[in-house]
């Protein structure tokens, strides 16, 4: 990856730093079918390996 290529290439002189820089607000719901806010939880979900829908609320809800 970018890593190895660059201490690779500078003879393990330089090493990349990355910083957080900031938050955005987004303005849709991640309830609403279609919008890019549930699109992108359903893609992270996916990622991680999690159910894709998202989980109903009865999957929460105490029964006791």
């Not at 890593?3 to 303005?27: E, I």
């Not at 849709?28 to 109903?56: F, W």
Request: hydrophobic share 35%; aromatic share 10%; charged share 30%.
């Amino acid at each position: 990856g970018f890593t190895g290529d660059l201490r690779a290439a500078t003879g393990g002189q330089a090493f990349p730093q990355c910083v957080f820089d900031h938050w955005q607000s987004m303005q849709t719901d991640v309830l609403e079918k279609g919008s890019k806010t549930q699109e992108i939880v359903l893609n992270v979900r996916k990622r991680k390996g999690l159910k894709v829908e998202m989980p109903a609320f009865d999957d929460f809800y105490d029964k006791l």
